[in-house]
Structure formats: C-alpha cells, structure tokens
C-alpha cells in the first residue's frame, strides 16, 4: 500500500509520460500522417460501400440512404455481381486525388436443402437462361455445318475481342494458340468474352485466356491443353470434360456426366451438376482439383484418392434454390 502522500509524484509521472507521448504523435513524420490519412479514407470508403450493400440486402431502395452509393448489379450464372462506386476526397492522403473507387462483391445463398427435384428445377432454369443469354447477345453470327478456328479475325468479331456464334448442324472446335488475332496474353491469345450455341460438340484446345466464356452444347464439351478463364457458363446436353492444364471458375452443366481430370482446376466459386434421371456421373480424377459444389443428385459422384475436392456447398448455392442471398467474396477494383 502508498503511503499517505506520495500518491501525487506517482499521478504527475503519469502526466508527463503521457504529455511526452501526445507531444511525439503530434511531431509524426509527414509521409506517415499521409500513410495514416490514406488508412483513414480506404476504410471509409469500403465502409460506406459495404453499407450499401448491406442496405439492399435488407432490402432497401437505392437513394434511400442519401449518404450512401448505388449499386449496379448483374448476374453472373448461378451467382450474382454487385458493384458500389463510391466517390473520393483524398485532398491530404496522396496528391490530391480525387475520383470513384469501385468494389466488387460476388453474391451466393445460404445453404438451403439438397433434393433432386429441386436441382433438376435448378438446372432447367440455368440452361434456359445460358442458351438466351447466348441467342440474344449483341452482334451474333450464324454460321452452319462444321466449323475449326486456329485464329478469330476481325470478320467474326463484334465489340472489341468479343465473339458469339450460333452454330447449326455442326460441330465446332478452336484450336488457338500464340499470338493471334487478339494479341499475346503471356504467351496466349486473349479473348475478352467468347459466346456459342452449338447444335453439336464443341471443343476448345491449345492456349488462350478467356475473361468471360459462355457455351450451349446439345452434344459434349471438352476443354482441354492450356485454357484458363476467369468467368465460364458451360451446357453439354451429353456431356462436359475439361482435362489438362485447364483453369476455370463458374458453372459446368450436364444431363449426363462431367469429368474434370489430369490436373484440370475449377476454381472457387464453381459449380458442376450432373443431372439426370438414370446413369449421370461426376467424376473428378487424376489430381484434378475442385473448389465449390460438386454435385450428381440422381447419379454418381465419383472421385479418386488423387483429386481434391473443397466442398462450399454450405454456403454457395446458385439462386434458383430460392435461399437468402449472402456475400462471399468482396474487393477493390
């Protein structure tokens, strides 16, 4: 216990060590009170995007929060995209900038209950939207009968890297490679979004990067040699393989079978359904590694000690199964 009295030099030592430290925070550095200033507004403004997005999902009207910025929305398969631009003011952070930061934030459901009646409603639903989505985009070209690219030249393009086909009576295969009409993606054609529907097989092999990618197949689709994208919707009425040094993220469908094999990778979030009546399977083999909801509700799941499977079906779910909307991924573009 303090003697009576020296109470007071022990409560002015306090004082004084705490003036010391106020007095060096206040003498900081200028670049850190710009680094602190920068931290200070970032945060912000995620905060005031991520409020807008809370907003909606609970379901409130964009404008109703005056403070707080609109949202644009568009769908992306099974899942939905939601971006937020929010204005900045960064006057005392980093020269004067000023402009809009944009967030992205990807949306799934929450897990609701797997039946295979639901998931045959599910699929119906995907394929139906893929095929219009497909049918009914911009600046389509119908071709008939067989069809091999090795380059995609300016005849077949509509906006600015940007190809969609409507193949009948015919299969169709693009064998691309090198640098070609799209340019050099590290070594790989570079295709902004690539759009078919295809009265029969469809294959795509060689090396080529694809942003967005779109095909409905009444035959098989085979994916493979060295082919990534960033955004796949994928239908083969009698199947879907995707081998190889192959890298995707999105949706794979089939009323058949879908085999994902020698080191292919579906990144997250993704989702193949093989749904049938009888017979169907999803295989995944060979060190092929799956991140999302691999599902045959009818069928056969059928995977080898090599492959990998990371299960999100908990909380990924495509929005036909009517659960509540969730965010599961979020950044700053």
């Not at 009207?61 to 707080?68: I, R």
């Not at 029969?200 to 009444?218: E, Q």
């Not at 009888?278 to 799941?301: D, H, I, T, W, Y």
């Amino acid at each position: 216990m303090l003697a009576r009295g020296s109470a007071l030099p022990l409560v002015l030592g306090v004082l004084l060590v705490l003036s010391i430290l106020m007095t060096s925070m206040l003498r900081l550095p200028g670049p850190l009170r710009r680094t602190v200033s920068l931290i200070a507004n970032e945060t912000q403004e995620m905060y005031l995007a991520e409020s807008a997005v809370i907003a909606k999902l609970e379901g409130f009207p964009d404008g109703y929060f005056a403070e707080l910025p609109t949202i644009e929305s568009r769908v992306l398969g099974p899942w939905t995209e939601w971006r937020a631009s929010v204005l900045t003011n960064r006057a005392n952070a980093r020269q004067f900038e000023r402009g809009v930061q944009k967030f992205q934030f990807l949306l799934g459901n929450e897990f609701g209950r797997f039946a295979a009646s639901e998931w045959a409603r599910c699929a119906i639903t995907l394929e139906r939207n893929l095929r219009e989505r497909i049918l009914q985009s911009e600046g389509l070209k119908s071709l008939s009968g067989n069809r091999r690219f090795f380059t995609l030249d300016s005849n077949l393009m509509g906006r600015a890297s940007s190809v969609a086909l409507n193949v009948s009576a015919g299969d169709l295969t693009l064998d691309l490679g090198g640098a070609g009409a799209f340019g050099d993606y590290g070594g790989r054609v570079s295709v902004r979004s690539f759009m078919a529907n295809v009265e029969g097989d469809v294959k795509i092999r060689g090396s080529v990067h694809f942003d967005t990618l779109r095909l409905y197949a009444t035959g098989n689709v085979l994916l493979q040699g060295s082919v990534d994208a960033d955004f796949v919707e994928i239908f083969g009425l009698a199947g879907v393989s995707v081998s190889g040094d192959v890298s995707l993220a999105g949706l794979l469908l089939s009323k058949q079978n879908v085999e994902i094999s020698d080191h292919a990778k579906m990144n997250f979030p993704s989702v193949a359904v093989a749904i049938g009546y009888r017979g169907n399977r999803l295989a995944l083999l060979e060190k092929a590694v799956f991140e999302g909801a691999a599902l045959a509700p009818s069928g056969v799941v059928d995977r080898d000690s090599s492959a990998v499977l990371l299960d999100s079906a908990k909380a990924l779910l495509p929005f036909c199964m009517e659960s509540r909307p969730v965010v599961f991924s979020r950044r700053r573009l």
